[in-house]
């Protein structure tokens, strides 16, 4: 693969940071995944907007404008020659040189890296066609949920209780409502209505979530943003999760217990793939 690396596309081998970064000590440092379908970027603005909010939520100056980015994302998958897959961007505080709690002064540039991720079934995912089963676990995360930051060990931990337990995913409860999944924003159906938790601090502002409700509404499903259950969620007719990674993907199984029938359920096919459609001829 190539990879870029503070201004330069180098083999991967070749491509090295500091064991000073503060991304690496710290985890002081922000991320975005971007999907390629076609060769194109999904949905690019947005996250290139979020992008921009966490770097200023966390006191970070913005690497390089959005132009640029753009730029180099590109440059990256026709390097790569991607069809369909991933672009993972990382920013972090940079190099100090030294280690300190304290936050280095303005002369210590970010460090930028990014890569691809090649994944040819991407769109046409076999998980999709069967959907995925849930735990729930507690989330013991950090209270800043709403900043995309690279420290992701609960988010880790949470994905091998899963795996553990022969499921594909766990979904984070807090206060006995529902949060999101590891990687992934949460929703139920119930009849006409699809139910999502609010956008506050206890979770990502996904996305992939702000397109979906956007179509949800669009294709005239009412929208209710507010915090559930595993109960409900367990008695709803359909479960689903939303990330860049996965786009729309059922859930048919939360903590053992089917969700309906049990199989991907027609409002949750049905936003995928207006989801994949719309999305695809939007992208950049
Ligand atoms: N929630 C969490 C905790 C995530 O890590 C992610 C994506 O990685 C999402 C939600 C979904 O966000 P997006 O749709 O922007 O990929």
């Not at 929703?187 to 601090?201: A, E, F, H, P, W």
């Not at 217990?257 to 939007?282: C, F, H, N, S």
Request: with cysteine; glycine share 8%.
């Amino acid at each position: 693969r190539t990879v870029y690396v503070n201004g330069d596309y180098l083999p991967e081998a070749e491509a090295k940071v500091s064991v000073f970064d503060r991304g690496f000590l710290m985890a002081d440092g922000v991320y975005e995944v971007t999907s390629v379908l076609d060769g194109k970027l999904i949905d690019f603005d947005g996250h290139a907007k979020r992008l921009h909010r966490s770097l200023s939520e966390l006191d970070m100056a913005a690497p390089c404008t959005d132009e640029e980015l753009l730029a180099m994302h590109r440059e990256l998958v026709v390097l790569n020659g991607i069809d369909q897959g991933m672009i993972y961007l990382q920013v972090t505080r940079g190099n100090p040189g030294d280690r300190s709690f304290v936050f280095p002064d303005a002369s210590v540039k970010p460090t930028i890296v990014a890569f691809t991720q090649n994944i040819p079934n991407l769109a046409d995912a076999p998980a999709a066609k069967t959907g995925f089963k849930v735990i729930s676990i507690p989330d013991i995360r950090w209270g800043r949920r709403d900043i995309k930051t690279v420290q992701l060990l609960y988010p880790s931990m949470g994905k091998m209780m899963a795996k553990k337990a022969g499921v594909d995913d766990s979904w984070f409860v807090e206060d006995g409502a529902v949060t999101e999944g590891t990687s992934n924003n949460a929703y139920i159906v119930k009849g006409n209505k699809i139910i999502t938790r609010q956008l506050t601090s206890d979770i990502l502002h996904g996305i992939t979530r702000a397109s979906v409700l956007r179509f949800a509404a669009e294709a005239q499903f009412e929208v209710e943003e507010r915090p559930f259950t595993i109960a409900e969620a367990q008695a709803a007719d359909e479960a689903f999760s939303t990330a860049a990674s996965i786009f729309v993907m059922p859930v048919v199984e939360i903590d053992g217990q089917a969700v309906g029938t049990g199989k991907p359920g027609p409002v949750a096919t049905r936003l995928r793939e207006i989801y994949l459609d719309e999305m695809r001829k939007a992208a950049l």
